[in-house]
């Protein structure tokens, strides 16, 4: 069953979503994920049922602007409070799961936002999938 709280971000409300592992089961992997530009975390729900089938748990944030989260439709936040936002949602996840590794996973700006919060907390990352993500922002970081 998915969960749909909020938490305080540092523009407001954020809405995200908790997809637990199937069956009650311990999960293998806490995951943590961010969407692209002008999606929702809601978007992602057959993603989700497929990685909760394999035993990993979903979080999914709703940045700024988007889904459920409090902020202007179409009005971009900046990019340090969507990561800390999603820093925030990781927080959460490894409170609920502190012995469970997590992983990172974003989509288009989702991966930017990602890849920024690896720049400062990569060591808490067991692993990070960044797709359609724009080889600027990996060039940027030096990681190209």
Same mark, same amino acid.
């Given at each position: 069953? @998915? ?7 540092? @523009? ?7 997809? $637990?592992?199937?069956?009650? !089961?311990?999960?293998?992997? =806490?995951?943590?994920? *961010? ?5 929702? =975390? ?9 990685? @909760?089938? &394999?035993? +990993?748990?979903?979080?999914? +944030? ?6 459920? =989260? ?9 990019? &340090?409070?969507? /990561? ?8 959460? !996840?490894? !409170? %609920?799961?502190?012995?469970? $590794? ?10 930017? @936002?990602?890849?920024?919060? *690896?720049?400062?907390?990569?060591? %808490? ?7 359609? +993500?724009?080889?600027?922002?990996? %060039?940027?970081?030096?990681? /190209?």
């Amino acid at each position: 069953m @998915t969960s749909m709280p909020f938490f305080d971000g540092r @523009t407001g409300q954020v809405h995200f979503r908790h997809w $637990p592992a199937a069956g009650g !089961a311990v999960p293998t992997v =806490s995951l943590v994920f *961010l969407h692209g530009l002008g999606q929702h =975390s809601g978007q992602y729900h057959r993603f989700a049922s497929a990685m @909760t089938a &394999s035993g +990993i748990d979903v979080w999914a +944030i709703d940045h700024t602007g988007h889904g459920l =989260s409090e902020g202007d439709p179409g009005v971009g936040a900046p990019l &340090s409070d969507l /990561a800390a936002d999603a820093a925030a949602l990781a927080d959460i !996840a490894l !409170a %609920e799961l502190p012995d469970v $590794p997590q992983a990172v996973m974003g989509h288009s700006l989702g991966a930017v @936002t990602a890849l920024t919060v *690896l720049a400062h907390r990569d060591h %808490e990352f067991a692993s990070a999938v960044l797709c359609g +993500i724009p080889r600027s922002a990996v %060039e940027q970081h030096g990681w /190209a």
